[in-house]
């Protein structure tokens, strides 16, 4: 099995009681409890949170007034990902001011479109925002362009679609935390293939992350994470 858990502890048993009946499990882009997986294959999700606060900052010339829309309770991915983008604000861009921090936008765009609707009304005075994943990100995308923002407020994001990038192409988003989505399912496919086999594998594989931006994601090793080629695996 190769699984992409949305919490952390939900599917615990069904991956022990897969591991008691032989069954090896590659656990990726989002971490598990426990240890009855054979290899874990993601992103150092922390470090994406970093790489999306150094910019946001460097963007704001590290002052001004901040939102971060959380996803959803539970998901190591993303509250790893908010942990260390919080961190990073809060211990190296003390004139930062981050107006809300426990807002979640859930995992559809609709959910995510709303609060981020509710966080522009209560903050009409917020400067930038940053999302850490994909539904989150485009929802208050939508959000910004309803209220003819976009552009306007600096905009972070997390993960790639067509929509987001079109919308990074006309500097509606300043900047994506992008990851390697397809390396990280090919790989988890090799290692689970090598488990069956008995071949040597990695127990964690961290696949990597950068920032695309309207400069450089036409750039060719952007553009390939940006929109995978898929000849290249």
Do not use: W
């Not at 992008?178 to 090919?186: H, I, L, R, T």
């Not at 069956?196 to 553009?223: C, H, Q, W, Y």
């Amino acid at each position: 099995i190769v699984l992409a858990p949305l919490d952390r502890n939900a599917l615990v048993r069904p991956v022990r009681e897969a591991k008691r009946q032989g069954i090896p499990t590659v656990i990726v882009d989002s971490a598990l409890e426990g240890d009855e997986h054979i290899s874990f294959v993601s992103t150092n999700n922390r470090r994406g949170g970093v790489l999306g606060a150094e910019h946001i900052a460097s963007l704001m010339g590290g002052k001004g007034k901040l939102i971060l829309v959380r996803v959803q309770e539970g998901s190591a991915s993303s509250t790893n990902r908010e942990e260390g983008f919080l961190e990073t604000i809060r211990s190296r861009f003390p004139d930062i001011d981050i107006l809300s921090d426990n807002q979640y936008g859930g995992i559809t765009t609709e959910s995510s479109y709303r609060t981020c609707e509710n966080l522009l009304n209560r903050f009409p005075e917020v400067e930038a925002i940053f999302t850490p994943n994909e539904s989150t990100t485009f929802g208050c995308l939508r959000a910004l362009q309803d209220r003819g923002l976009a552009g306007k407020i600096l905009f972070v994001g997390f993960d790639s679609s067509d929509k987001l990038i079109e919308a990074l192409g006309r500097r509606e988003i300043h900047g994506l935390v992008v990851q390697n989505p397809f390396g990280m399912g090919y790989t988890g496919v090799k290692i689970a293939v090598a488990g069956i086999r008995g071949e040597a594998f990695e127990k964690r594989l961290d696949t990597g992350a950068t920032v695309a931006t309207p400069d450089n994601m036409n750039d060719p090793e952007i553009s390939q994470l940006l929109r995978p080629d898929l000849e290249e695996y």
